[in-house]
Each structure stands twice: as structure tokens, then as C-alpha cells.
């Protein structure tokens, strides 16, 4: 079955980067995009930017543009999101969620919390 | 920067029907925005229900549908039941990036 399986939780402290994963399988890896979402404690959902599994490319939300670098490796059906430039307004759950091209979305990850405090 | 628009809160009996909207400030919401409608409840991981516009994944109940009208997206919940009190977020991909509505608070009492 389909399974996008996010890393553990992350505490950091402002200024830092964190890497958050997300580990596909069931499915050919490239046939799908995936999105990353996150989502402030008592917050709605925030869309941050999408890679291309295929070709690598990405796009990011305006928010983001210079702060998050998504990557993935082909060899292991994994995207990663880094962001840099921690503050304590990046404390949220952060998903990662699949779509096949042309808008349909599924899957989610179960999501992985990141904590930023000094 | 795009900003979608819902209802932040609804109340609707059970059985009851009950529409969602989901408008963009870029103008009509149509085909090309690619709505997508996603349900999470408290503590847990968002669900997708429709994609697409109208389209239905396997997990989705019967009871909801997706549609256009006018110039917004809409969910519609038929016979509403009591596990459907949840949280309800529309994604839209208006003006060549996609962003998510506040979210509309559904309450089934």
C-alpha cells in the first residue's frame, strides 16, 4: 500500500536549519508530486511548495522563497524540506502530501513537529 | 500572493444538509484551480475527500460532493452525521501557486 513515512520530530533553537524526509513507497516514485504542508499549533494549513519528483523541480510559496530547499533522491523514493533560518514562528506539524499531476491530491505523511525555541 | 476565502464556522443538524465555499481573490474559481477539499479532526493528520473539483477517492462517503458554482468551489455533506464535525480545508491553485483556505469549522449538533 501507499506509505509516505515522515522523520521523528526535531527541537531547534532560532537561527538553525532543520531537514524533515519523507519516505515513499508503494507506488513509482516519479509519477507523483509531493507538496509540503504544515500547520502552527491551533493553526490552519499552510501550503509551503511542491517538488517535481520526476525532474526536481520545485516551487515554493511566497513565504518561503530563499528560506526552504526541497530535494529528492530518486534511488530511495525520498523528498526532503529543509528550511533555514528557524524562528520560533516555524513551530508547527509539518506534512508532506502526495499528488498526482493535475490536482489530485491523496496520501498524507503522518506529519513531523517541529519545535523552535531557545 | 493569493487569498482563498471560507466560512469560518457552520452548524448543522444531523441528517441536515450543509454547503462549503471556497472563493479566491484572484477571481472565479474554476476547473483550472484543481480544488481539492481535505478533512482533519482534532489530533489527527488531514484527509482528502475530493480532488480536483468533484472527484472522489475511495475512503470518501458517499454523502460528500464536490462542485462549482458561480464563482466559487464548493462541499457539499448530504444526511450529515455526527463524525462528520470536523475541520474542513479547500487548496486551490488560483493564480499559478496553490494555497489553502482558513479553514471552516464544522459543527453537527
Known amino acids: 500500500q501507499v506509505q509516505l513515512v515522515q522523520s521523528g520530530a526535531e527541537v531547534k533553537k532560532p537561527g538553525a536549519s532543520v531537514q524533515v524526509s519523507c519516505k515513499t513507497s508503494g507506488y513509482t516514485f516519479t509519477t507523483y508530486f509531493i507538496h509540503w504542508v504544515r500547520q502552527a499549533p491551533g493553526h490552519g494549513l499552510e501550503w509551503m511548495g511542491i517538488i517535481n519528483t520526476d525532474d526536481g523541480v520545485t516551487d515554493s510559496a511566497h513565504n518561503f522563497k530563499g528560506r526552504l530547499t526541497m530535494t529528492r533522491d530518486t534511488s530511495t523514493s525520498t523528498v526532503y524540506m529543509e528550511l533555514n533560518g528557524l524562528t520560533s514562528g516555524d513551530t508547527a506539524l509539518y506534512y508532506c502530501?502526495?499528488?498526482?499531476?493535475?490536482?489530485?491530491?491523496?496520501?498524507w505523511g503522518h506529519g513531523t513537529m517541529v519545535s523552535v525555541s531557545s | 500572493q493569493t487569498v482563498v476565502t471560507q466560512e469560518p464556522s457552520l452548524t448543522v443538524s444531523p441528517g441536515g444538509t450543509v454547503t462549503l465555499t471556497c472563493a479566491s481573490s484572484?477571481?472565479?474559481?474554476?476547473?483550472?484551480?484543481?480544488p481539492n477539499w481535505f478533512q482533519q479532526k482534532p489530533g489527527q493528520t488531514p484527509r482528502t475527500l475530493i480532488y480536483s473539483s468533484y472527484n472522489k477517492h475511495s475512503w470518501t462517503p458517499a454523502r460528500f460532493s464536490g462542485s462549482l458554482l458561480g464563482d466559487k468551489a464548493m462541499l457539499t455533506l448530504s444526511d450529515v452525521q455526527p463524525e462528520d464535525e470536523a475541520e474542513y480545508y479547500c487548496l486551490l491553485y488560483c493564480g499559478r501557486t496553490w494555497a489553502f483556505g482558513g479553514g471552516t469549522k464544522l459543527t453537527v449538533l
Open positions: 502530501v502526495r499528488e498526482k499531476p493535475g490536482g489530485g491530491f491523496d496520501i
Open positions: 484572484t477571481g472565479a474559481v474554476t476547473v483550472g484551480c484543481l
